[in-house]
């Protein structure tokens, strides 16, 4: 049995346990299913200790619940309110002792979890720790699974809105960093910082963040101030955990900039900064909100290729080579008039490979059919909403065709 420690003040009251609570020696303090009352009764459960810990393999049912229950929710038209109330964990995982493998399958719910949680406490002692096992984990991913990393990030971005900060923080990473590394040609340190940027750009404002995408009234006064001053306080909060980087720093402050220009004219923070700008943007639009439709993929993307000054945009355009017009885990509409799901990015940016969930006759196909198209036969006609694919997929069959042998793309 491998035990991972949980936050006491993160269980919560009056609802029913999804994992046994032990001691440190595995000894059961809670069964799966108990429901805690009260803070008082929660104490008398626990005793003096001032760890618990539950079982790592435990979790897994549990968040392979959650995302179906998101998954239906959303078949279902759901209010994005209610889908809001859905807990992914009620628990504060410590994963700082949990090793990960870079080659292993990613929990993206559990890593959405966590990041969620990283990102809510800076005041936590362990906060840079804690980021930058995050932050290498991500990258891992980016870089040894690139495309199963879209296509997770941009599922979960399109269904998830509980923690919309924690995934849109992970989506602009993912973009930022693919662009960075592989069209940019910027070196390791380089997509370090701009990772550590992306990930803590919006961090003074997660819980506004979060609250703001299910919020039916227009903005308040007091919110418009703090999404203004947003980026200044986040600069200041992180160098109260202890961030002395200026570029990281530089990099978040500027991230909202919006001043046209080749990269080649800027600081490096700077440049760091605009590229996530581009990406920032092409996410916010992609994401769904109370008062306004998701932007289709390909709109969101094309409207951060050009710049200001209606030019191309160098981190806009370095972000649509990287990803693709149509990025993994978007949905077409091919010219036979099937629907599917983008599983690899392609030879160009408008040509990737897709699985087809619904064929000619609108009818589910059961299996993915996998699609090259860049085939005549094939092309993409347009994007699909999200909201308009009604059917379940299995997201670890679909990550399994995101794996697929050979690298398509062409730089």
């Known amino acids: ?3 991972v420690p949980v936050s006491i003040d993160a269980i919560l009251i009056d609802q029913p346990l999804p994992c046994a609570l032990r001691d440190q020696s595995g000894v059961l303090l809670a069964s799966k299913g108990f429901r805690v009352d009260s803070r008082a009764e929660l104490e008398a459960v626990i005793g003096k200790r001032d760890q618990i810990y539950i079982d790592y393999d435990q979790t897994d049912n549990f968040r392979r619940g959650y995302v179906n229950r998101i998954n239906n929710l959303v078949l279902e038209d759901r ?15 410590k994963f700082d002792d949990v090793q990960f493998e870079a080659s292993s399958v990613p929990d993206w719910i559990e890593l959405q979890s966590r990041c969620h949680t990283v990102l809510r406490a800076p005041e936590d002692a362990h906060f840079l720790s804690r980021l930058s096992h995050l932050q290498t984990e991500l990258l891992n991913h980016i870089q040894t699974l690139p495309d199963g990393t879209l296509f997770a990030l941009m599922q979960l971005a399109n269904a998830d809105v ?37 990930l803590t750009m919006n961090i003074s404002m997660t819980d506004l963040q979060d609250r703001l995408v299910i919020q039916k009234e227009p903005l308040t006064v007091q919110q418009k101030q703090l999404i203004t001053s947003h980026a200044a306080r986040s600069v200041d909060l992180l160098q109260q955990t202890g961030v002395a980087d200026n570029d990281w720093l530089e990099a978040v402050l500027h991230h ?24 920032d943007m092409f996410a916010a639009r992609l994401s769904p909100r109370l008062t306004r439709p998701p932007a289709a993929p390909s709109t969101a993307m094309q409207a951060c290729y050009y710049d200001e000054n209606r030019h191309i945009d160098e981190a806009g355009a370095a972000l649509i080579k990287a990803v693709g017009i149509y990025s993994p885990g978007t949905y077409v509409r091919l010219t036979t008039q099937e629907i599917a799901v983008v599983v690899k990015r392609g030879r160009n940016t408008t040509m990737p490979r897709v699985a087809v969930l619904i064929n000619r006759q609108g009818m589910p196909t059961g299996e993915p059919i996998v699609r090259d198209t860049s085939l005549a036969d094939y092309h993409i006609q347009a994007s699909v909403p999200f909201r308009d694919v009604k059917i379940k997929h299995s997201m670890d069959r679909m990550l399994e065709l995101t794996r697929s042998a050979g690298d398509d793309r062409i730089w």
């Open 79 to 93: 209010a994005l309110g209610q889908i809001a109330e859905v807990q992914v964990s009620p628990y504060d995982v």
């Open 162 to 198: 509980k923690h919309y900060s924690a995934t849109h923080a992970t989506l602009v990473c993912a973009m930022c960093s693919i662009a960075a590394r592989d069209v940019l040609r910027w070196g390791a340190d380089d997509v370090s910082t701009l990772a550590s940027a992306a």
């Open 256 to 279: 909202n900039l919006q001043v046209a220009g080749p990269l080649a004219t800027r600081s490096r923070g700077q440049r760091l900064a605009r590229l996530i700008q581009r990406a």
């Open 1 to 3: 049995m491998k035990l």
